[in-house]
């Protein structure tokens, strides 16, 4: 049985009244915090989410076109651009740092960009496009590995790096790349699983007419947890606890078939879980995987510069020393807190928030699901090492003048950023909550 009016948050799992619209605004779990993203009306209406999709999709075509920075040095000049960065690191013999930096910076934002119109564009005329399902679960997959606006912040700690080296001219692309980072904010803050209601409501003969427009305007009021009914009390009723499962894809909630071991969503028949199976392991897992690679990420070299018979080798620890020696400090600050505090901060965090999963802890919830949230957020930052490489050995191949190349420790860097991100991925938040105490704050 499906249950339309109600929200199961993907956070805590608490179940929630669905608002019938939130009118522009962002509405909250009352118990956790997380934002309910997916609620018709909020956020952005959907006719900017086209356009602005379609304006990212052109600006992309521009930043693979031009190159994002030219540099002269000693009669020479070299030019980078996004595919230049990436065939680079393959014809290096970097061929997985390469696959890491083509997906990360072309392939995903620009499958996610053209999975959004595919959906958009035929819904905007009311009809539905075919395949909506696998399409929307296309861009769930992809969107937190697109990572547009961290090979932005590398392409400006790459010009301040080489400076003092040579002359560094910003391309046209790098102009474009800066509004497609912006445009992609505002895309990446619409979640798609909303557009399961249009589909719903084109589907639905009653609601014909009104479709698009209604997840635009109208009325309705904040999000409220469901409680029971029971005088001076406010116990918490989770989708768990209420025999319900709500679609981590969809967002559906629906009656739990404790019979059915591998029971599907009826909406879009992805797997239904109360609790993501192996959670805990598979993020110990990649944790332990992360942590091992981390330490040759730190003491192998991550660049090797050849000037004038000259060799040297560069760690990424030796790399922030020599920006705050020679005066850079902001950018020393920048590089030693991408390359190497959010790694720990992403390994120290998990650690404690598993730990204390496993002893079924109910210390600090709200905390703990703040600090999940972070890590979350900041994960994807780490790979600014991978892209200042990737950019300064595409820069640099003056012949016998000056080369530098990729060194070992960006392979080992590459993996410690993915490990932790699936780490992250594999966690299930909700077990922060189970065992949280049975009641919520006032809801103000
Ligand atoms: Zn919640
Ligand atoms: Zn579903």
């Known amino acids: 049985m499906e249950y339309q009016k109600l929200i199961a948050c993907h956070e805590c799992d608490l179940l929630l009244r669905k608002p019938s619209n939130v009118r522009g605004r962002r509405a909250a779990c009352s118990r956790c915090g997380?934002?309910?993203?997916?609620?018709?009306?909020?956020?952005?209406?959907?006719?900017?989410?086209?356009?602005?999709?379609?304006?990212?999709?052109?600006?992309f075509c521009i930043t693979q076109t031009f190159p994002v920075i030219e540099m002269r040095a000693n009669g020479m000049m070299s030019e980078a651009t996004l595919f230049a960065a990436v065939r680079s690191l393959w014809s290096g013999n970097m061929r997985v740092v390469a696959a890491m930096v083509f997906c990360s910076s072309i392939l995903f934002p620009l499958i996610e960009l053209l999975a959004l119109l595919y959906l958009l564009v035929p819904l905007r005329l009311g009809?539905?496009?075919?395949?909506?399902?696998?399409?929307?679960?296309?861009?769930?997959?992809?969107r937190p590995w697109g990572m547009v606006e961290?090979?932005?912040?590398?392409?400006?700690?790459?010009?301040?790096?080489?400076?003092?080296?040579?002359?560094?001219i910003p391309g046209p692309g790098l102009f474009a790349l800066g509004a497609l980072?912006?445009?992609?904010?505002?895309?990446?803050s619409f979640d798609p699983c909303g557009l399961w209601a249009v589909r719903d409501e084109i589907r639905s003969p009653r609601m014909a007419g009104v479709r698009w427009s209604r997840l635009s305007t109208g009325s309705g009021h904040f999000t409220r947890p469901l409680r029971a009914r029971k005088a001076g009390s406010s116990p918490v009723i989770t989708a768990q606890?209420?025999?319900?499962?709500?679609?981590?894809?969809?967002?559906?909630?629906?009656?739990?078939i404790e019979r059915q071991?591998?029971?599907?969503?009826?909406?879009c028949r992805h797997m239904l879980h109360e609790r993501r199976p192996d959670s805990l392991t598979r993020t110990v897992s990649l944790l332990l995987a992360a942590a091992l690679a981390y330490i040759p990420a730190n003491l192998l070299p991550i660049m090797h510069a050849s000037t004038l018979g000259r060799s040297e080798d560069d760690t990424i620890l030796g790399g922030v020393a020599y920006?705050?020696?020679?005066?850079?400090?902001?950018?020393a600050v920048v590089v030693f807190v991408a390359s190497v505090l959010v790694p720990m901060l992403k390994l120290v965090v998990l650690t404690l928030l598993t730990v204390a999963a496993r002893r079924g802890s109910g210390w600090r919830p709200r905390e703990r699901a703040g600090l999940y949230r972070i890590v979350e957020r900041i994960g994807r930052w780490s790979m600014l090492d991978v892209f200042v490489v990737a950019l300064t050995v595409t820069l640099v191949h003056f012949g016998s003048f000056a080369v530098i190349t990729a060194g070992p420790a960006a392979l080992a860097f590459g993996a410690v950023v993915v490990l932790t991100m699936l780490a992250s991925h594999q966690f299930d938040p909700r077990l922060i909550w189970d065992n949280a105490g049975p009641r919520i704050r006032p809801q103000r």
């Open 181 to 188: 980072t912006v445009m992609l904010g505002v895309v990446t």
């Open 261 to 267: 071991m591998h029971q599907r969503c009826s909406r």
């Open 34 to 59: 997380a934002s309910l993203t997916a609620l018709p009306g909020s956020g952005l209406p959907l006719d900017w989410i086209c356009a602005v999709t379609l304006a990212a999709l052109i600006t």
């Open 150 to 168: 961290v090979f932005m912040l590398g392409v400006l700690v790459t010009i301040v790096k080489m400076v003092s080296m040579a002359e560094v």
């Open 127 to 142: 009809k539905l496009p075919p395949r909506f399902n696998s399409m929307l679960r296309l861009i769930q997959v992809v």
């Open 323 to 331: 920006f705050w020696t020679s005066g850079d400090w902001p950018l």
């Open 241 to 256: 606890r209420a025999g319900l499962v709500g679609c981590h894809a969809c967002g559906l909630v629906q009656t739990r």
